[in-house]
């Protein structure tokens, strides 16, 4: 017996019921430049500069944003990068690299790290 046809959509569908999605937010400080964050953003995720100035905006005026959806050992490398960045050169006080957490997708509290 030949198995029915799957769409595209139902195999995507069943891929992230098994594979949950993970949001990388990068958090908000007082020792990094709206330039450094630009740059990371760009260098590490291939954003546009565009796409990483608004950003860099929302994380500034929120507190956070959701930089990357993926799933979760894309998600902990990711935010693995983010931590491995450095300090800011532009700022003396500047003692390392940002913070950023990962989060469900689903809106499910889990832990994460």
Known sequence: MS?????PDTE?????????????VLLDD???????????????????????????????????????TCELPQAEFARDQIHGYGPDPRMPKSKGSMSAVLE??????QATD
């Open 104 to 109: 469900p997708a689903s809106g499910i509290p």
């Open 12 to 24: 995507t569908t069943r891929r992230e019921q098994l594979m949950p999605l993970f949001h990388v």
């Open 3 to 7: 198995r029915p046809a799957v769409s």
């Open 30 to 68: 007082d020792d990094h430049t709206y330039d450094y964050v630009i740059e990371m953003l760009q260098r590490l995720f291939l954003l546009s500069q565009f796409e990483a100035f608004r950003h860099a905006v929302e994380v500034d005026t929120t507190g956070r944003t959701i930089v990357i």
